[in-house]
């Protein structure tokens, strides 16, 4: 899967994360963490993101997260969404998606 555009996903309320995703060309990945809880699940918030990153195939990437304390499941799925939403793919594979 390719980033065509900006695509974002989730909002800044508590317990949520708004992530943005933009192309990367030929960079890699750089992943960009803001978090009120970043010192004690840092770590495991760039885990679920390189795992999500990893499971849709995306590697010229470049990712901001606005974290307010979201749990695992909220990552993936806003992440999910803001790399679907920046491909411009209007076909998911359902049975890909956690």
Do not use: H
Request: hydrophobic fraction near 40%.
């Amino acid at each position: 899967m390719k980033i065509m555009k900006t695509g974002l996903a989730g909002t800044l309320e508590s317990s949520d994360v708004l992530i943005t995703v933009d192309s990367n060309p030929e960079k890699g990945r750089e992943i960009i963490l803001s978090s009120i809880v970043k010192r004690q699940y840092g770590k495991q918030i760039l885990k679920v993101v390189n795992e999500t990153l990893d499971l849709l195939s995306i590697e010229d990437v470049k990712v901001r997260l606005e974290d307010k304390g979201a749990l695992d499941c909220t990552i993936r799925a806003r992440l999910e969404a803001a790399v679907y939403r920046a491909s411009g793919s209007e076909t998911y594979p359902w049975e890909k998606l956690s």
